[in-house]
């Protein structure tokens, strides 16, 4: 693979191409943009959360120029903002651009590009991979583990919670007249669900368990319904959010976490919870006494899918795996997962608008960031709109 071909879309998007830009700028705090301004919420190493102005893009050969219309706080935008990183390889180490749950509508087309028109309502898939022959993680569509992707949102890479943004025309998705933008935005972390369902190998009538009733956990509660799991336990450390699971699919048997209970104490309730043996575990939380939990929930050759982030270096139980054949396996993103989330949203198998309960308008992206940061605040799905 030749250079131009690895860094072809990291040229392209270069981060720095907005940072150097003489139009580029931090708003002082409670400064009003300008009314036309191409607007977006940054975030920095000093875990700065705040408003930019930075120049409206042009299109090239091949992309389209997006006026984002809605986009979703996700918790690895709050984890940027706050913790500066996720990881070794994704460090903020200068002003970045927040967002990748994205939908908007098509302002206008470059060069080449003939399947779209200016208003076209779109879902933006973020992650942008190389596409190239060589690359075999394109090649044979696991186009998620592209070392030459970007991701946006992800450092360097600037995000999609801006006004205008240019995305290449391959990686949007169109959306029916009878989804909104709002949902469009939601169908990013579904898709992560989706990836999830698909890779834990969950089937009709297994018996599942969610540890987690936040945003990604109740995705995967309302893909799991759909996939035809049951019964179905969702636990959580808040009460609310086991509440709110309870209205979004009735019949899912919650158990409140506790701090102060071991996790093979929680297993027992879990197991109760579900008057039989549980086939497979969606861990959408990532911390390892979750992860613990879950492992001690399965039967013997259950499954444990980690969707979750946690931390670099877990310890599990070993030998209580190995004893009862229980597989452990985790998730990197999502591939191929878009035009099914839309179809199953379009179709009315899933019903994603009432995990959005906070709304915000772009200019106060830094309020609903405060917002989606604070528990007490009852957010599931903050999301700001344009």
Request: aromatic residues 6%; glycine residues 10%; contains cysteine.
């Amino acid at each position: 693979m030749s250079n131009t071909e690895v860094t072809g879309n990291a040229e392209i998007y270069n981060p720095r191409k907005v940072l150097d830009h003489p139009d580029f700028r931090v708003l002082k705090l409670g400064e009003k943009p300008s009314p036309d301004a191409n607007i977006a919420a940054f975030y920095n190493p000093a875990h700065e959360i705040h408003l930019v102005e930075k120049p409206r893009p042009k299109p090239g050969p091949g992309q389209v120029l997006l006026h984002v219309r809605a986009t979703g706080i996700c918790g690895s935008d709050v984890h940027f903002w706050q913790h500066g990183r996720i990881g070794d390889s994704m460090v903020v180490t200068d002003e970045c651009g927040s967002g990748h749950e994205s939908a908007g509508e098509v302002v206008e087309v470059g060069e080449g590009v003939t399947q779209w028109k200016a208003g076209d309502r779109v879902a933006i898939e973020a992650g942008v991979p190389c596409s190239q022959p060589a690359c075999e993680a394109c090649r044979t569509g696991r186009y998620n583990a592209c070392p030459d992707v970007v991701f946006f949102s992800t450092p360097p890479f600037h995000g999609t919670l801006t006004r205008w943004h240019v995305h290449p025309a391959q990686w949007i998705h169109r959306l029916p007249d009878s989804v909104s933008f709002e949902e469009g935005s939601l169908c990013e972390p579904l898709a992560v669900a989706l990836a999830g369902i698909e890779r834990s190998g969950l089937r009709l009538g297994d018996p599942l368990l969610i540890c987690g009733a936040g945003p990604i956990g109740l995705i995967s509660l309302l893909s799991a319904r759909a996939a035809g799991a049951e019964p179905i336990v969702i636990t959580d450390l808040f009460q609310s959010r086991l509440d709110f699971a309870k209205k979004l699919v009735p019949g899912v048997r919650t158990v409140l976490i506790s701090r102060n209970t071991t996790s093979k104490e929680q297993a027992a309730q879990i197991k109760e919870a579900a008057g039989c043996p549980l086939a497979v575990a969606l861990e959408c939380t990532g911390v390892e006494s979750s992860v613990h939990t879950a492992v001690h929930s399965m039967k013997f050759g259950g499954k444990v899918f980690i969707i979750g982030v946690g931390k670099n270096e877990q310890v599990f139980p070993f030998m209580h795996l190995s004893a009862n054949e229980i597989d452990v396996s985790f998730q990197y993103r999502y591939a191929n997962q878009y035009p099914k989330a839309i179809r199953l949203v379009a179709g009315g198998l899933i019903n994603i608008k009432p995990l959005v309960t906070h709304r915000f308008p772009l200019e106060e992206a830094v309020a609903a960031f405060h917002v989606a940061a604070d528990p007490s605040q009852g957010a599931i799905k903050v999301q700001i709109q344009d």
